[in-house]
């Protein structure tokens, strides 16, 4: 009788996956008294440990494949876990204007000397997917909209960050104004270099989540997204799409540049 050795999941892989697990538990500690209710806490605390990875995910951990799929899940996991704790009245903490930070830093998937060179007068938003008003918005009809600003930290995921001020339009108060279906799941932006994200809706409602015509009181320079960005305090860098061109109501999983290669979709900050 022969029997096959056991196949042994690799240490780096292990530890990809024990590193997603812990942040997702951490933050499931961290928000435990937001939970609905302790039966809910309870399963959440009980069922999640490396040893129950491949029974939460309903995977065998026995090669590459299937860790990544496995990791993939646990990322879902975590979205699930990190929407039930996301609100309206959760807000990202704001900071004294003095510790604005000037240059701010620039950061894409290319060299700063790429950056878009979008020209203002010619260009449009894009508005379509589930909204009343699908149509082309150009930048004086966004400023006629009611506008704020706040000093916040952009947090990005490759180990700096930094506090800025930007301004614009509430993305829910224009979301309204389109007639977005608000009862849809997401909103994705596609950007002028090809680069793309998506959020949530509660996230794209949060008070907040502005699209950006200002930085620091002047329109937003070329290097940090002009002429148009989101920024969204509630989240991770990544999830800030800078020179948008298209946005789009909708209830298919639009996923993103690099929330398709494995950074987490809801990429709470
Ligand atoms: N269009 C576009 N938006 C983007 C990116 C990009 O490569 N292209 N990179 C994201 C990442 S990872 C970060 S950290 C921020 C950087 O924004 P900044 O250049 O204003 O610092 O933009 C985000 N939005
Ligand atoms: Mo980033």
Redesign the pocket.
């Known amino acids: 009788m022969s029997s096959r050795p056991e196949p042994r999941m690799p240490r780096s892989l292990r530890a990809a996956l024990t590193d997603v697990l812990a942040d997702g538990l951490r933050s499931l500690r961290r928000n435990e008294s937001a939970l609905p209710d302790n039966a809910r806490r309870n399963l959440l605390r009980g069922s999640l440990s490396l040893g129950g990875l491949s029974l939460l995910s309903g995977c065998q951990l026995v090669d590459e494949a299937s860790v990544e799929s496995a990791l993939m899940k646990v990322s879902r996991f975590n979205d699930r876990a990190q929407a039930a704790l996301f609100g309206p009245d959760r807000l990202a903490p704001t900071y004294p204007d003095s510790m604005i930070v000037r240059p701010?830093?620039?950061?894409?998937?290319?060299g700063e000397e790429a950056a878009p060179d979008v020209a203002a007068d010619d260009w449009r938003l894009e508005v379509g997917g589930k909204v009343g008003d699908r149509g082309r918005w150009n930048l004086a009809a966004l400023r006629q909209l009611p506008q704020t600003a706040h000093t916040t930290r952009?947090i990005?995921?490759?180990g700096w960050s930094?506090i800025g001020n930007w301004g614009g339009v509430p993305l829910g108060t224009f979301l309204r104004r389109v007639g977005a279906d608000l009862g849809a799941k997401y909103v994705d932006f596609r950007?002028?270099?090809g680069?793309h994200?998506s959020l949530d809706m509660p996230t794209a409602l949060h008070p907040q989540t502005l699209l950006v015509l200002d930085q620091d009181g002047a329109p937003l320079p070329r290097?940090?997204?002009a002429p148009l960005?989101l920024r969204v305090p509630t989240k991770l860098?990544?999830k800030?799409?800078?020179?948008i061109v298209a946005l789009t109501v909708t209830d298919a999983y639009p996923g993103g540049?690099?929330e398709d290669q494995g950074y987490n979709w809801f990429g709470g900050s």
């Open positions: 701010f830093p620039f950061n894409a998937f290319y952009h990005c995921v490759e930094a950007c002028a270099d680069y994200t290097r940090n997204g960005k860098g990544y800030n799409p800078k020179h540049y690099w």
